[in-house]
C-alpha cells in the first residue's frame, strides 16, 4: 500500500493556466507539507498544514494555496501558472516534528 | 535560520569501498535528523532517522551518526555497491512547530563497477 500518494505524476500546462495537483496519505498522520524541488535539485518547504493551522514559507508566492479537503488530504492549488513554476512538487507527512517524515512520488510540472 | 550543508557535493568510488557523507547545520536545536535517499527521477526514500538523543542509527550496511552540540552528521555506507548510487540528501526539522524540514543540497554518489 503506497503510503503517501500524488495524482498526476506529470502535469504539463502553459503559461496562465490555473492548475492542482492532489495529494494523500493513508499513515493517519496529523501534519502534511508541501515541498518544491527546482532545477537545481534543491528541496525548499513551501507549506505544512496541521489540525487546520496552515504555516506558509515567506517566499512561496500567494498565486499558491493549500487546500485540505480532511486530515488525509492536502491539495496544492495554483493559479497564473508562470515558466518558473516548473519543478518537482512533493508531498509528505508526519505524525510530529519527532518522528520523521514520508514523502510521495513528486509531480513534475512542465508551465510551457 | 537553519541552514544544512552537506560534503562533498559528489562523489565517485570503485565498488566495496567504505565511504563517509557529511551534514552540518547552524542550528543545533534540532528534534531528530533524517537522511534520505533519491534517486534520478524518483521521490525520497527514508533511510534513517537520528533522534536528538541518539548518537547513532544502523540499517543495514548503513549507519548514521550525530553529534548535535557540534551540529554534525555522517552517513557511513559500508562495502558499496552500485545500486547505492543516488543523491543523498539530510534534512532536519525545526526545533518546534509544523515548518518541515531544512534541507541540504545533497550528495550525489556514483558507485562504479
Known amino acids: 500500500d503506497t503510503a503517501v500518494s500524488q495524482t498526476p505524476k506529470y502535469l504539463v500546462t502553459q503559461m496562465g493556466n490555473d492548475k492542482s495537483i492532489k495529494c494523500e496519505q493513508n499513515l493517519g498522520h496529523d501534519t502534511m507539507y508541501w515541498y518544491k524541488q527546482d532545477s537545481k535539485k534543491f528541496l525548499k518547504i513551501m507549506f505544512s498544514y496541521n489540525n487546520k493551522e496552515l504555516i506558509i514559507n515567506e517566499t512561496v508566492p500567494n498565486r499558491f494555496s493549500p487546500k485540505s479537503p480532511d486530515k488525509a488530504h492536502l491539495n496544492l492549488h495554483i493559479n497564473s501558472l508562470e515558466l518558473g513554476d516548473s519543478a518537482v512538487y512533493f508531498c509528505?507527512?508526519?505524525?510530529?516534528?519527532?518522528?520523521?517524515?514520508?514523502f510521495g512520488p513528486g509531480t513534475r510540472l512542465t508551465v510551457t | 535560520k537553519q541552514e544544512v550543508t552537506q560534503i562533498p557535493a559528489a562523489l565517485s568510488v570503485p565498488e566495496g569501498e567504505n565511504l563517509v557523507l557529511n551534514c552540518s547545520f547552524t542550528d543545533s536545536a534540532i528534534y531528530n535528523l533524517q537522511w534520505f535517499r533519491q534517486d534520478p527521477g524518483k521521490g525520497l526514500t527514508s533511510l534513517l532517522l537520528i533522534q536528538s538523543s541518539q548518537r547513532e542509527q544502523t540499517s543495514g550496511r548503513l549507519n548514521a551518526s550525530l553529534d548535535k552540540s557540534s551540529g554534525r552528521s555522517t552517513l557511513y555506507i559500508a562495502a558499496s555497491q552500485p545500486g547505492d548510487s543516488a543523491t543523498y540528501l539530510c534534512a532536519v526539522p525545526p526545533g518546534g512547530g509544523a515548518d518541515g524540514l531544512t534541507f541540504g543540497k545533497g550528495t550525489h554518489l556514483i558507485i562504479q563497477p
Open positions: 509528505a507527512s508526519s505524525q510530529e516534528a519527532r518522528t520523521g517524515q514520508y
